[in-house]
Every structure is written in C-alpha cells, then in structure tokens.
C-alpha cells in the first residue's frame, strides 16, 4: 500500500515522508500545510474514518514514532521482537539479544510491554539481563 500511494502522489504537490524507517509502514503524507498518516500491515491504509487513527493508536510502535515526531516527550526506548518468525525480512538490530544489548548499554530497570495488548498485559518491568 506504501508503494502504491508513493506511486499515487509522485508528481503532485503532495509529498510523502517515511516516519518508520524500520518497516517503512507508516507515512506522512502532506499537502499545503495538511497531513494525514497512512501506511500498511495493520494500519488502516485509507484514511477516510477514525479506522486510521485508532489502528494507529493500537501500533505503540507506530503511536511511538508519531508523537516522537510531532515533538511530544516519549519515553526513551526502542521496539524487538521476542521470536524469529520473520526475522528474514527485518534489517539487523531487533531480535532478543538486541534488546539485551541496547538494556546492557542503557541500564536497567527498564519497562517492557508487547507492541499488542492493552492495560498492562504482559507488561513487566525488568531488572537484569536475566
């Protein structure tokens, strides 16, 4: 869906950013000041209803890289993945012993939830690289 809305707006006087250079799902999309986001995977990929906002909103990845951008205090972090399902078609730099890594070097404790989910299931807090 990202391709084809790039697609879409080349040549016009709309311009398309990239927000999430890890997956390249989410976009920016602006026009004389306007913008909406849009993207792929579970992003509503047309932006016509409050569909985009909230699948925005359930992504904390992408709900993290919006408010990020737009200049809003997030916590500092990063997002991996627990398994290696798909793990082929990730850059380098987000599988479990990254996560241990970047810990290591920022220091603990540090709050971890799963991208999906909400009120706090399956969030934990973690003390030590065990």
């Known amino acids: ?22 997956s390249c799902y989410l976009v920016k999309v602006e026009r004389r000041g306007h913008f909406f986001y849009s993207g792929a995977g579970t992003i509503a990929a ?7 906002a909230h699948t925005l909103a359930a992504d904390k990845a992408h709900s993290y890289a919006v408010l990020r951008r737009a200049g809003i205090a997030v ?18 730099g987000r599988e479990l012993g990254d996560a241990i890594a970047w810990a290591d070097q920022h220091g603990y404790p540090r709050f971890v939830k799963p991208n999906q989910g909400s009120r706090g299931d399956h969030a ?6 065990n």
């Not at 869906?1 to 890890?22: K, N, P, Q, S």
């Open 46 to 52: 047309f932006p016509l209803n409050p569909a985009n």
């Open 124 to 129: 934990a807090i973690v003390t030590d690289r």
């Open 1 to 22: 869906m990202v391709r084809y809305l790039v697609d879409a707006c080349h040549g016009t006087d709309f311009t398309v950013e990239i927000i999430d250079h890890f």
């Open 75 to 92: 916590p500092d972090g990063r997002h991996f993945f627990l398994t290696r399902a798909y793990a082929a078609l990730r850059p380098p």
